[in-house]
């Protein structure tokens, strides 16, 4: 097995990435749209508001008959939301109208019913000049045609909204990448059995299932696969039809490490095996064919900043997502660093404010990748280059979000 000198965090995920294309786009129903993320520009299928409406509850009148206050005009009829006045509103008429209701022909604009004194079937205007606010024009939202919402964006609550509001009851999205992940071990039992003195739990994989779907792809537990081949050939065939397969575990050197071979009688090519990078040096990289596979540390934390790091990028890419999680922010460390040393450093982080509202970083309390509790109180990564210089209270920073 050919082995490679460790690669940089930027040159890893640069090869990971590399001739990705987005999947295939399928159609969901608006309720099962939210977090998707949009497979093309979404074209309006008719106009909003498809009529002038009235803004207020009020009157709908000529200006011009109303540009000298006081002024009395005729009431001929009423125009309420889903029951329109069919007549047309002439000089010195008016038309009781409310909000959302279709303003009557004739009529250009709206006095406000608290500017009114009525009087059976006459009205008296007795103050306040029509605001054009109080009229929303047709076409005001959107027109049909108009293309509001664009491929690439991840649909929220609001783009969900719209999308009803311009006539679609379903939306072409991506398909969500479908990631198998494989615990590796003899040392693992599942959560809720009461492990050996020699034994712990497999609690990585429940939470890249939920880093995944958070991200916008779809989790798939191949359950736990014994240091044996026949084990490991056994649960890597079950990710046949995997867009990504993730092995926790069996990435470093050493004589019980078995996954790499395993891998390779599987059919994949090998890409790297080594990053320079901490936590999370032993990082597999390969392909099968279509399907990507990263092997992840079997270290809890190294794990999970790996997938953070790699693989939320990998799946944005295969859904086109044109926000993808990975966006970097800055932020004025509220303590001093050390210099770091020849791998970029990942370290647990968690955001405050100064006194100036301005964002601030601090590294949690422990940086030791074997403990969760750390990981679990922190809200972000704070991204160190190889050979960092050490770094002053109120020095920028780079961080990721750990929003999953």
């Not at 040159?11 to 001739?19: H, T, V, Y």
């Not at 790091?309 to 944005?316: E, N, R, Y």
């Not at 809200?379 to 750990?402: M, Y």
Request: with cysteine; net charge neutral; charged share 20%.
């Amino acid at each position: 097995m050919t082995r490679v000198s460790a690669l940089s965090v930027e040159a890893a995920l640069e090869r990971i990435l590399d001739g990705v294309t987005p999947l295939e786009a399928e159609p969901v129903d608006l309720l099962a749209a939210a977090g998707r993320v949009l497979a093309a520009d979404l074209a309006a299928r008719l106009t909003q508001p498809p009529f002038d409406a009235s803004a207020m509850d009020g009157y709908a009148v000529r200006a011009a008959d109303v540009a000298t206050l006081p002024a009395t005009l005729r009431l001929i009829g009423e125009s309420a939301a889903g029951h329109a006045f069919t007549g047309t509103v002439h000089a010195g008429e008016a038309a009781r109208i409310f909000t959302g209701a279709p303003l009557p022909a004739g009529a250009d604009a709206i006095v406000i019913q608290e500017n009114v004194e009525a009087d059976g079937s006459l009205i008296r205007v007795v103050d306040g000049a029509p605001d054009a606010e109080h009229v929303r024009r047709r076409g005001g939202d959107f027109r049909k045609g108009d293309t509001p919402l664009s491929a690439g964006k991840r649909l929220t609550a609001r783009d969900i909204t719209l999308a009803a509001a311009m006539g679609h009851a379903a939306l072409p999205v991506r398909r969500r990448p479908r990631v198998a992940i494989l615990a590796t071990g003899d040392e693992l039992v599942a959560p809720g059995e009461t492990p050996r003195a020699d034994q712990i739990i497999s609690s990585n994989p429940y939470g890249l299932a939920a880093m995944i779907a958070a991200a916008g792809g779809e989790p798939k537990l191949l359950g736990i696969a014994r240091d044996t081949h026949e084990s490991l050939a056994e649960k890597i065939a079950l990710a046949h039809d995997a867009d990504i397969l993730l092995t926790i575990g069996g990435a470093s050197v050493g004589d019980h490490d078995l996954v790499v071979p395993a891998l390779e009688r599987a059919g994949m090519s090998l890409g790297f095996w080594k990053i320079a990078m901490r936590p999370g040096k032993p990082l597999i990289f390969g392909r099968r064919g279509e399907q990507r596979i990263v092997g992840l540390p079997g270290n809890p934390v190294s794990s999970l900043i790996c997938t953070r790091v790699f693989v939320v990028p990998l799946i944005a890419k295969l859904l086109d997502d044109g926000a993808p999680a990975s966006r970097a922010r800055t932020a004025a460390l509220s303590v001093a660093l050390p210099a770091n040393g020849p791998r970029a450093h990942y370290m647990r982080g968690r955001r405050g404010h100064g006194d100036d509202g301005a964002a601030t970083v601090a590294p949690v309390s422990s940086q030791d990748s074997s403990l969760l509790t750390p990981l679990a109180a922190a809200d972000c990564l704070i991204v160190r280059p190889p050979h960092a210089l050490a770094l002053a209270p109120g020095s920028a920073v780079t961080t990721l979000d750990l929003d999953f």
